[in-house]
């Protein structure tokens, strides 16, 4: 079973700091890693095809001059870039960070007991997979939950059944017969929805 489709829109974009911050400094990291090495290899590559030839045209101090201004002017544009690299970067950050914090404050309130919720996130959020498989996990233990907490109290109702059957006279065994199997059958339900789950006691 999947989650609902309602979604809900996400004011909140640093919600995760460490998280986050470390996507984007990733995310940073290899574009500018990326743009210096393609920005000199194609500067340098040109210079070196260039730079012979060139040399008999244009002075060495005004080859400098060029090779100097096109360095400014490379790092003058990823500088430029960074802000947008920024921007990017904690945009895609928080699809994966609301998320996680969406996941880990439902799986919070599971452990308080909380079996009711579903985990919903935004339309265009990574982890849908990881969600939907959450909520399925906590359908399938709130079911078990359920079952057996409805032949406990069947169960309880057959026990005070019994104990008035032994108090009354005459003795009604007929009665008696069919509570305690009405009890076993209780109990087998008990057993067969507790047995699905495989624990450190199995």
């Known amino acids: 079973m999947t989650t609902t489709k309602k979604t809900f829109r996400r004011r909140q974009y640093i919600i995760k700091k460490g998280l986050q ?16 090495v393609t920005g000199y290899t194609v500067f340098a590559t040109g210079w070196t095809l260039l730079g012979e030839k060139l040399a008999n045209v244009y002075p060495q101090g005004r080859l400098v001059y060029v090779f100097r201004t096109t360095n400014l002017a490379l790092m003058r544009n990823l500088l430029f870039v960074s802000p947008f690299i920024f ?4 945009f895609f950050s928080h699809k994966i960070a609301g998320p996680v914090y969406r996941i880990e404050k439902s799986l919070y309130e599971i452990i308080k007991g909380n079996l009711t919720l579903k985990i919903r996130l935004r339309k265009g959020d990574e982890l849908w997979d990881l969600a939907n498989l959450l909520t399925t996990l906590t359908e399938s233990f709130n079911n078990s939950v359920s079952v057996n907490k409805d032949a406990a109290v069947k169960a309880q109702k057959e026990i005070e059944t019994v104990e008035k ?19 076993q059958a209780n109990i087998e339900t008990i057993k067969t929805s507790l047995d699905k789950w495989k624990t450190t006691a199995s």
């Not at 996507?23 to 890693?33: P, R, S, T």
């Open 165 to 183: 059957l032994i108090l009354s006279q005459p003795l009604d065994l007929n009665a008696m017969r069919i509570s305690i199997k009405n009890l």
């Open 87 to 90: 921007i990017l970067g904690l």
């Open 21 to 36: 911050f470390r996507y984007i400094g990733i995310v940073f990291a290899l574009a500018l890693l990326a743009s210096i």
